[in-house]
């Protein structure tokens, strides 16, 4: 199979048009046709299917294209590990974290790597959702969720404990809540799915329970639900790490501790494509994470997992 061929199937379907691929490469679009037509009678299938607007590809060239994303990838990584070798590192790593996590324990560590690395360039991505990571272009994603998909590399960083609190204020005009399924009457702060309502999940003891509720205030951004609980307008169901100074200098107060509390997940995984051939830089982020991340995560969450 033509490697250019792929390259150039690749590029159009990343850009939605022959012609768009062709200014993107630099070439004409009659090139562009010529070297996808020989791909196709190469495969002996049809790749892609032209719409009045765009073209899209057929199951064939679907999983083509997949495939291709994935050889291109790697040779991509074979050139930058032969240019690299017996240099300092170099290359460019995309990485995507949780913004409250990312604000509040990768910002310094990503720093720190690249103060190291100064002949790698980070581009961080600030997300909390659980998106491709090829389509996204992501080398490394940190994500909060129960368990990974198989697909994907995965280790593991930390657990998460949520905590349930509110000021003191807002509980002696509002009440305290002792049972889980009480949170239904309380206004919440918290992330949750658009249209939807959030499930909350606790345990106590051996007893599982769970109880859905709206949220007042809701957004994906850690800190700001952070400040929205401390300002009162709710009770805040939040990670420790967000909210460990704020409960150690008493301005937030513990609810409901003897529940272990779930919301979307209960661990922190870092998640990468899997690949042989994976950038050198790319594996120094991930190896230096998985080195500096427990000691700093010790000091978000106040020696508490």
Not at 45 to 64: D, K, Y
Not at 149 to 160: C, F, N, P, R
Request: charged share 20%; proline share 4%.
């Amino acid at each position: 199979m033509d490697l250019n061929g792929l390259r150039i199937l690749v590029r159009i379907i990343d850009t939605g048009s022959l012609s768009a691929a062709a200014r993107s490469l630099k070439t004409t679009r009659s090139n562009i046709s010529y070297h996808l037509r020989t791909l196709e009678a190469s495969v002996g299938a049809q790749l892609l299917r032209r719409t009045t607007r765009n073209v899209e590809p057929t199951h064939i060239g679907a999983g083509v294209y997949e495939h291709g994303k994935n050889i291109l990838r790697e040779l991509d990584a074979a050139t930058a590990f032969v240019s690299s070798a017996g240099r300092s590192l170099q290359g460019a790593v995309r990485i995507s974290v949780p913004t409250g996590l990312g604000n509040v324990v990768f910002s310094e560590l990503l720093l720190e790597f690249r103060r190291q690395n100064p002949g790698v360039a980070i581009d961080v991505v600030f997300d909390n959702r659980v998106s491709n990571l090829v389509a996204e272009r992501v080398d490394i994603a940190v994500r909060i969720i129960s368990a990974p998909t198989e697909s994907l590399v995965a280790t593991k960083l930390a657990d998460i404990e949520w905590v349930v609190c509110a000021t003191r204020a807002f509980l002696e005009a509002q009440g305290r809540p002792t049972e889980l399924r009480q949170l239904a009457d309380f206004p919440v702060v918290c992330s949750a799915a658009v249209g939807q309502k959030l499930k909350i999940a606790g345990a106590r003891g051996q007893k599982a329970e769970s109880v859905h509720v709206e949220p007042v205030v809701r957004s994906d951004n850690s800190p700001f639900l952070y400040e929205a609980t401390l300002a009162g307008l709710g009770v805040g169901v939040l990670p420790r790490f967000i909210l460990n100074e704020a409960l150690a200098a008493g301005l937030l107060v513990p609810l409901l501790e003897d529940y272990r509390i779930s919301v979307f997940g209960s661990k922190i995984f870092m998640l990468a494509m899997p690949s042989r051939y994976q950038a050198a830089a790319t594996k120094a982020l991930a190896q230096f994470i998985k080195a500096r991340f427990p000691a700093r995560w010790a000091e978000a969450v106040g020696g508490k997992e």
